[in-house]
């Protein structure tokens, strides 16, 4: 099913709104927490369930690895159980990518076929083919799920590059013609290219002539500087249909984001603050603080005054710090329960901002605060 | 301060009351369960605070270890950060024990003046004395503290039995002597003399003369079989006054349990529902459940329909399956919930049996169905 885009503010390019999926409403700019296998890593899907920004709202959409979920049990066992809400017990909005992107990464073997890759859970071999991440996605039944694209690692001379545009177009025409479950599911497509801005149009043209639900903008916050990022973003989003969803996948770091949002992305995913929490690092409203630190052990202070999660309720630092010292899970647990609401009310400053049109003040705020932090963590 | 329970109503020598402490009330029979470090392990302190048992009761005590605390993050510290409750965040009664257990497991040189012991966690020497002991968990600032006993291994000889029994008794006598925070904290003693019946008096004996604030039964569940276990623990029973509370320590499976309440045992601490549950290992009515076994990977069925804890409203066997066999720090996070949820039903199912005058009934019952289990885990 097509998604749509309600605004109801805008800023320059960055707007505010909601998007209707089958199941629910995603208030837009929307930050989506990884939960690779199912779930959150260290937080349980009712816990993500409990958690509340400043301003009432929560997550709408978590998102769920592929590559995982068709190893580990298996797309059929998800589909067997119910689907991954039933399955997750998540019954908000979900979001599946393809499985490339892990696949990728384990040095496949790639054909115009697909890509034939080895379990890293135990050896087996496998076909990841564009009819067969679609299926899969089917099966799991996410309420949006991602067209399996060709992912160059960066640097990458241009042919390399161009190669990805055309196969990754190839492999969505492909896609979109096997998607079977268009009632309840819609289907993105994603614009590659790399750092190359022509090749980043061709892309987005080549993409949008298949007319997809929704769009994605892939390939990058893979090792560029945000400087290399922000031009390429530009060259994809002018040409993606303004009336519908523009998804940045893996990128969460706020600088980014904010610049992202005023460029028109509206949607966001990213490993970083939960990968960061489960190593003590949380995010704060000056940047970042490293709870395992000494100075910590003797504070009696909430990680933010300011915060209202469960975390900066209950705990100082000096016992989150104990708890990280002594490797206690409940540390690992509490301090992604405080960077997953941290990330919550960034949203939630992000669309008030744009509804009060001061995204640029709000963007100087984080570029001084939080300028450290890189795209994918 | 001295504790009493309120005897609300009793079924042989079994009782159902409160026990009021200088922070709040503890209905009993009551399970405690273990915050080994200031936290359930894979569960948080607001957590552990929201589990609730059908009647809408919840925990009314949480343990915690003094070993572990006094090495990391140390008592002067946690009584820095306004001691224990104001550090864990727990907000109602906390009992420590000693560190006597843990030390005596480490193989110490112990003396008439204490226990030297090695730090697990670096290898320091460190000596635990009945006047040190006192003084940490003043400084932790529990709501009841335990004095420092000897525990001997079982099986164990006459003479080795005797001679804990009496150094127990030199040491009660020198902790109750120094315990100074006697307005808001109770001291209980504790009664040792392993499965010998006229030890276990003597022990009994020589501990009331002292004059605790409550008495506990140690030495048991540490390998002896139930049928050596209660014998030994109707001897200490027979000496302790009925008005104070009576905890056994460390004894936490059904069947002991009941055997336990109906001999008029007040209060129980266990590892073993919180170690099961991390290991998958799921208490239920009719015994336990492996939650690991290949056969649940397809039941959409919740661990029990009966059961009203977050993981039995919200999950099916198969996603906990998946969870444990992917190593989802959630899964165990999830099966301690409904351990401690099923532990908390039991010990209102407990109190119900009393006031109803079939505690015999129920014990019965449990008998049937969970005889399995060992008592300490």
Redesign the interface.
């Known amino acids: 099913m097509k998604l749509r885009v309600d605004v109801e503010a805008t800023d320059g390019a960055a707007r505010v709104g909601t998007v209707r999926t089958s199941r629910g409403i995603i208030a837009v700019p929307a930050f989506m927490p990884v939960g690779t296998?199912?779930?959150?890593?260290?937080?349980?899907?009712?816990?993500l369930s409990g958690l509340r920004a400043a301003d009432g709202s929560g997550a709408d959409v978590m998102l769920a690895n592929t590559y995982?979920l068709m190893l580990?049990?298996g797309a059929e066992?998800v589909a067997?159980?119910?689907g991954l809400h039933?399955?997750?017990?998540w019954d908000r909005n979900m979001l599946t990518d393809s499985g490339g992107y892990q696949v990728f990464s384990l040095d496949p073997s790639v054909t115009d076929e697909g890509a034939e890759f080895k379990s890293t859970y135990d050896g087996s071999r496998h076909l990841l083919t564009p009819e067969s991440a679609v299926h899969t996605q089917e099966l799991l039944g996410a309420d949006i799920q991602m067209v399996l694209d060709v992912c160059a690692a960066l640097p990458a001379g241009r042919e390399i590059l161009a190669a990805a545009v055309d196969r990754t177009a190839r492999w969505a025409e492909r896609a979109r013609m096997s998607h079977g479950r268009t009632g309840d599911q819609a289907l993105f497509g994603i614009v590659q290219g790399g750092t190359d801005h022509d090749l980043r149009v061709r892309s987005a043209e080549l993409t949008v002539a298949l007319d997809f639900d929704g769009y994605a903008v892939g390939g990058l916050s893979v090792g560029e500087t945000r400087e290399e990022m922000m031009p390429a973003l530009d060259a994809a989003l002018s040409v993606l249909p303004a009336s519908q969803p523009r998804y940045l996948m893996g990128v969460g770091d706020p600088v980014s984001m904010v610049s992202a949002v005023m460029r028109g992305v509206d949607m966001f995913d990213c490993v970083l603050p939960t990968r960061l929490g489960r190593h003590g690092t949380l995010l704060v409203d000056d940047g970042r603080l490293n709870i395992k630190r000494s100075e910590f052990?003797?504070s009696?202070e909430p990680v933010s005054t300011r915060c209202g999660c469960?975390t900066c309720?209950?705990?100082?630092r000096?016992?989150l710090?104990?708890?990280m010292?002594?490797g206690?899970?409940?540390g690992?647990?509490?301090c992604t329960i405080h960077n997953l609401t941290w990330m919550m009310d960034l949203m939630v400053r992000l669309r008030l901002a744009i509804a009060e049109q001061r995204i640029s003040e709000l963007a100087a705020e984080l570029e001084i605060s939080h300028a450290s932090l890189a795209p994918g963590g």
């Open positions: 296998r199912g779930t959150i890593r260290a937080l349980s899907t009712h816990e995982h580990r049990p066992r067997e159980l119910g039933a399955f997750t017990g052990a003797v009696d469960a309720g209950n705990y100082s000096g016992y710090r104990h708890l010292a002594v206690e899970p409940a690992a647990t509490l």
